[in-house]
């Protein structure tokens, strides 16, 4: 048998069998990716071999990197000159290799910090070099802007369910923008960001690997810091195929895997869509309760981090406990902002949605 075998991916009402999870990562994977493990694992039981114990240097490694690399390029309509980098560890992994790379090809790089995951960012830069750090009402100096390294920001803060993508003009695309937890769920802004990586864990499948996008216009103006570790240098990493070290191969089979789900939902359009309609109708019942207040107002508010609060915090504790004795887990706020956090990222169905309100509307007949 096939080891990447493609299992039906018909939408069936799952929940009578598993959790409705809104995690914000690790994060819920689609029932046909969670069957395609499972054969991947029971091929190696049944006929003694996986492509899980090939070497990274093998034909059907290189067979599965192509996949992942051409669906990308598909789905995400990346353009031509974009290269494609899968590299190893988190976001934050990415976030100290971009400074090392990129520090020293301009003046004092920006960070715009718009929440949590963005000023960490700026945190992690500080130790490479001479950084600006900005909020995103701050005024901008046009010279240096034109003259910076590059401009860092975040477009959803995960944590804050915050979103923003207002960028300056700028007449160059040295823009980097992390998208881990937007990726798939909003369009690329390629056009105007010259760098964008996102972290597997949340739409891609599983942890360990991070997706870099970056203009090779821009790529080959890298300067690497003489301390960056080989495996954070981009050059090296273009010029090794992004296998520099030995790949988290299960984090990129379950990538493929999750890929190939994404077309057969019908692209990017459709996954937007979906992310939208699933906001909407969360948002909805949130925003005509008078017991549940949604934390962000207006075209702030994340479509896929759903940060919200019931009266006092004592009632948002009450509440996660509920809603976890009902099979709704991963929805505890960050313990740095408190309240609810529903993390609807692509995979989530909107009936895992309708299914949370419905508690929710239950929650509120007994305490409100
Ligand atoms: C927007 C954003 N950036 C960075 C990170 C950090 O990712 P990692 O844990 O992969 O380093 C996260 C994690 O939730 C995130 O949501």
Same mark, same amino acid.
């Given at each position: 048998m096939n080891p990447l075998n493609k299992h039906s991916l018909s939408n069936q009402n799952d929940l009578s069998s598993r959790c409705a999870n809104f995690s914000p990562g690790p994060a819920y994977l689609p029932d046909a990716v969670n069957q395609r493990l499972k054969s991947l694992i029971e091929t190696r039981l049944t006929t003694g071999h996986s492509v899980l114990e090939d070497s990274h240097r093998s034909q059907s490694f290189a067979q599965i990197h192509l996949q992942i690399e051409t669906l990308i390029r598909r789905i995400l309509n990346v353009p031509k000159h974009y290269i494609i980098l899968l590299l190893p560890g988190g976001a934050r992994t990415q976030s100290a290799a971009i400074p090392m790379n990129f520090?020293?090809?301009?003046?004092q790089p920006i960070y715009i910090e718009t929440g949590i995951w963005s000023t960490l960012a700026s945190r992690e830069a500080i130790r490479y070099g001479d950084i600006l750090r900005k909020t995103k009402n701050d005024e901008l100096n046009t010279q240096h802007l034109k003259d910076c390294a590059y401009y860092h920001y975040v477009d959803n803060e995960t944590i804050d369910g915050f979103y923003w993508s207002e960028l300056p003009? #700028?007449?160059?695309?040295r823009v980097v923008c992390d998208?881990?937890?937007?990726l798939f769920a909003y369009p690329p802004q390629f056009d105007q960001v010259g760098l964008i990586y996102a972290a597997s864990q949340k739409n891609l499948g599983l942890p360990g690997m991070t997706l870099v996008m970056v203009d090779s216009n821009w790529l080959s103006e890298a300067r690497p810091l003489?301390?960056?570790p080989s495996v954070l240098n981009y050059p090296l990493q273009y010029q090794s195929n992004s296998l520099v070290n030995t790949p988290a191969n299960i984090t990129w089979i379950t990538g493929l895997f999750m890929l190939e789900w994404m077309e057969s939902q019908g692209g990017l359009t459709k996954l937007i869509e979906h992310t939208e309609l699933k906001a909407s109708t969360l948002y909805q019942f949130l925003d005509a309760s008078d017991f549940y207040q949604a934390r962000v107002q207006g075209k702030r508010r994340s479509k896929v981090n759903i940060i919200f609060e019931t009266p006092s915090t004592q009632l948002d504790q009450s509440c996660v406990d509920f809603l976890e004795s009902h099979?709704?887990?991963?929805?505890?706020?960050h313990r740095l902002v408190g309240g609810l956090r529903a993390s609807?990222?692509?995979?989530?169905? #909107?009936h895992h949605i309708q299914h949370l309100i419905k508690l929710l509307q239950a929650f509120e007949g007994q305490y409100g």
């Open positions: 520090i020293h090809t301009g003046t003009t #700028l007449q160059h695309r998208m881990t937890s937007s003489s301390i960056t099979g709704v887990i991963g929805i505890k706020g609807c990222y692509i995979a989530c169905p #909107l």
